[in-house]
């Protein structure tokens, strides 16, 4: 479907610079806007494609919720899950769906018991009628500027052919985009369903694929925009999706030449591992490395390590023979307080100080204290003075 050039808009906000080429909307998930080359582009269609399972409705619920966010209108249409569900679900993942407005246009339970009608017609003309007066009332009423569609599948199955399936998703489409609207509409493209003729229609297409070696997302088309090529690695987990864009070293090294870039920072190393997607991370780590020391660049990597207290280790995943200088930070606990403390593990060129010292965040950012003195046990995290007596 085009992007309409000539949109009515009776949003009172919009303006034409609100059209330029530069305009963005963000999806709400980490990592997915930059795969889009900074966001979703206002008033176009964007399909939404994966397997049961895969995402679609967490990543419609980010898209949404960011909206509501900065007080756009915003319309969730459910043709698959119950509204109640929908909503136990998201207040599960923390969503805070306020402000969002719910078309649930599932079969509810009287279906099964007043479905008499089924026998006589065929379900495209008993449903499709009055589906449609219900969706054009709404966006008339509400005018949402992000409409998330939950699925077309079901609209296939309410179509008496394929011709008239496609004519009537498209003018849908156009029909909400024509009202404003930036579209996010699902598809499960199964074998029995394909789905192709909505990536035709679709000025975007997204995909979401669930593999042994893990999830990932990639955008297959975007009219209008560049974007970031490939599969990346995604993650669904307690508090939503987030996407790792899969980088190459050559987009770093572009950057690093093109903007003059004097410091570098990988934040984490675990993230840069899982937009690598198991190729060997240690190799691509040490390759980036000695570039950057060539061109005169200050690499920083953060690591996490994953115990809070407990067993030390300078870094995860053999990477700290890469660096020249280790700075770590640590979790104390002394006399029943959680405190924080800085320390050097390794200076290749010169000598450096061996204890450790306490380190605060404060408004005035990291302020560190003096060394640590009289303490055994520090980087066990749970330190004892000397000289005290047993408990
Ligand atoms: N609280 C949670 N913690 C971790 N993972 C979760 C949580 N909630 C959901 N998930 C993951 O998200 C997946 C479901 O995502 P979602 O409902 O967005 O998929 P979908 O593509 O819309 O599925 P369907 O095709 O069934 O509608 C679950 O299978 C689960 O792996
Ligand atoms: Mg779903």
């Given at each position: 479907?085009?992007?309409?050039?000539?949109?009515?808009?009776?949003?009172?906000?919009?303006?034409?610079?609100?059209?330029?080429?530069?305009?963005?909307?963000?999806?709400?998930?980490?990592?997915?806007?930059?795969?889009?080359d900074g966001g979703l582009?206002?008033?176009?269609?964007?399909?939404?494609?994966?397997?049961?399972?895969?995402?679609?409705?967490?990543?419609?619920?980010?898209?949404?919720?960011?909206?509501?966010?900065?007080?756009?209108?915003?319309?969730?249409?459910?043709?698959?899950?119950?509204?109640?569900?929908?909503?136990?679900?998201?207040?599960?993942?923390?969503?805070?769906?306020?402000?969002?407005?719910?078309?649930?246009?599932?079969?509810?339970?009287?279906?099964?018991?007043?479905?008499?009608?089924?026998?006589?017609?065929?379900?495209?003309?008993?449903?499709?009628?009055?589906?449609?007066?219900?969706?054009?009332?709404?966006?008339?009423?509400?005018?949402?500027?992000r409409v998330f569609l939950?699925?077309?599948?079901?609209?296939?199955?309410?179509?008496?052919?394929?011709?008239?399936?496609?004519?009537?998703?498209?003018?849908?489409?156009?029909?909400?985009?024509?009202?404003?609207?930036?579209?996010?509409?699902?598809?499960?493209?199964?074998?029995?369903?394909?789905?192709?003729?909505?990536?035709?229609?679709?000025?975007?297409?997204?995909?979401?694929?669930?593999?042994?070696?893990?999830?990932?997302?990639?955008?297959?088309?975007?009219?209008?925009?560049?974007?970031?090529?490939?599969?990346?690695?995604?993650?669904?987990?307690?508090?939503?999706?987030?996407?790792?864009?899969?980088?190459?070293?050559?987009?770093?090294?572009?950057?690093?030449?093109?903007?003059?870039?004097?410091?570098?920072?990988?934040?984490?190393?675990?993230?840069?591992?899982?937009?690598?997607?198991?190729?060997?991370?240690?190799?691509?780590?040490?390759?980036?490395?000695?570039?950057?020391?060539?061109?005169?660049?200050?690499?920083?990597?953060?690591?996490?390590?994953?115990?809070?207290?407990?067993?030390?280790?300078?870094?995860?995943?053999?990477?700290?023979?890469?660096?020249?200088?280790?700075?770590?930070?640590?979790?104390?606990?002394?006399?029943?307080?959680?405190?924080?403390?800085?320390?050097?593990?390794?200076?290749?060129?010169?000598?450096?100080?061996?204890?450790?010292?306490?380190?605060?965040?404060?408004?005035?950012?990291?302020?560190?204290?003096?060394?640590?003195?009289?303490?055994?046990?520090?980087?066990?995290?749970?330190?004892?003075?000397?000289?005290?007596?047993?408990?």
């Open positions: 479907m085009a992007r309409s050039k000539s949109a009515e808009t009776s949003d009172p906000t919009h303006t034409d610079a609100a059209d330029g080429a530069n305009h963005r909307l963000s999806t709400g998930v980490t990592g997915l806007d930059e795969v889009l582009l206002p008033r176009s269609a964007y399909l939404l494609r994966g397997g049961p399972g895969c995402g679609k409705t967490t990543l419609g619920l980010h898209f949404l919720t960011t909206g509501t966010r900065s007080k756009e209108r915003v319309l969730y249409i459910s043709l698959s899950e119950p509204e109640g569900q929908l909503r136990r679900n998201a207040n599960g993942l923390g969503f805070n769906l306020e402000g969002v407005t719910f078309l649930d246009l599932g079969p509810t339970s009287e279906y099964f018991s007043k479905s008499e009608s089924y026998d006589i017609f065929s379900p495209s003309e008993v449903e499709q009628e009055p589906l449609t007066r219900q969706i054009v009332q709404a966006v008339e009423r509400l005018k949402p500027q939950d699925s077309t599948t079901q609209f296939r199955y309410l179509s008496t052919d394929t011709f008239q399936y496609r004519k009537q998703v498209t003018s849908f489409l156009r029909f909400l985009v024509n009202h404003g609207a930036t579209v996010l509409f699902t598809s499960e493209g199964t074998q029995e369903t394909p789905d192709d003729d909505l990536k035709f229609m679709a000025d975007g297409v997204i995909e979401l694929a669930y593999a042994p070696e893990g999830r990932t997302l990639s955008v297959i088309k975007f009219r209008g925009s560049s974007f970031l090529p490939g599969d990346h690695s995604m993650r669904l987990g307690a508090d939503g999706m987030a996407v790792y864009p899969k980088i190459f070293s050559t987009k770093i090294r572009r950057d690093v030449e093109e903007q003059h870039r004097r410091i570098v920072m990988i934040d984490s190393i675990a993230g840069y591992a899982l937009s690598m997607r198991g190729r060997d991370l240690t190799t691509n780590l040490h390759a980036l490395g000695m570039y950057l020391k060539s061109v005169g660049v200050t690499l920083l990597l953060i690591n996490e390590t994953e115990n809070i207290t407990g067993e030390f280790r300078a870094t995860d995943g053999n990477v700290s023979y890469l660096s020249d200088n280790i700075v770590f930070l640590r979790y104390l606990e002394l006399d029943g307080q959680m405190r924080k403390a800085i320390g050097v593990l390794k200076k290749r060129a010169g000598d450096f100080e061996k204890t450790l010292r306490e380190i605060e965040i404060t408004r005035y950012g990291l302020k560190v204290g003096k060394p640590l003195t009289g303490l055994r046990g520090i980087l066990g995290g749970t330190p004892e003075i000397i000289g005290a007596k047993p408990a």
